[in-house]
């Protein structure tokens, strides 16, 4: 019994030591190490925060002048990833959440997202390329991974960009912010 409470903590130990390494070296690394150099990885990445299927919300305590200048997709064992790679001053704030129709911003008007379900990601505290001083990334259309089959942008409205995730399948999914260099990362677990 004592070898196996051993064995059990040395592999707890271990788990914990793999995430504190794999989250450290996101951070240490470039941001390509976090996702999308390769369509699928299974260098020991691990999913970022706790996953459901929930809408997340994020506040952050000062406005802040940001751009969406890439998204970048990844597939990794058990899970998907998209990462939202911001440029300018200051931290996002989100929501997402599912919507069973992806129309664009302050409209009615539907948009085209293949897939069958649809995750809405509202990124807030987001100004126009030109405020900031940086050229336009023309971001439209990102081809899917895995699970996902494409990621929209719907635009700018009123300080905020809206991206559908196109989906086979409805996952449970978390949402973190990671700096140097500043991004937000959204992790889709599979069934």
């Keep these: 019994m004592e070898h196996l409470r051993s064995l059990l903590g040395s592999v707890v130990v271990l788990s914990a030591a793999l995430t504190l390494s794999a989250c450290a070296g996101d951070e240490a690394d470039s941001a390509h190490s976090l996702s999308a150099a ?19 919300t994020h506040r952050p305590e000062a406005p802040s002048q940001l751009v969406v200048t890439d998204v970048r997709l990844g597939t990794h064992d058990g ?11 200051g931290k996002p704030g989100w929501f997402v959440d599912y919507t069973v129709a992806p129309a664009r911003q302050g ?33 439209t259309t990102t081809p899917g991974v895995g699970n996902i089959t494409e990621v929209v942008n719907t635009g700018v409205f009123e ?26 990362v959204i992790d889709i677990i599979y069934h």
């Design 79 to 89: 899970f998907d990833r998209v990462v939202f790679d911001l440029e300018g001053e």
């Design 38 to 56: 390769l369509p699928h990885s299974t260098g020991g990445v691990t999913p970022l925060g706790d996953a459901d299927v929930a809408s997340k």
């Design 107 to 139: 409209s009615v008007y539907p948009i085209e997202v293949e897939g069958n379900e649809f995750l809405s990601v509202n990124i807030d505290g987001i100004v126009f390329p030109d405020d900031i001083g940086i050229d336009d990334p023309q971001l």
């Design 159 to 184: 300080g905020r960009n809206r991206f559908i995730v196109g989906l086979d399948n409805e996952s449970p999914y978390s949402v973190q912010i990671l700096e140097d260099p500043l991004r937000i």
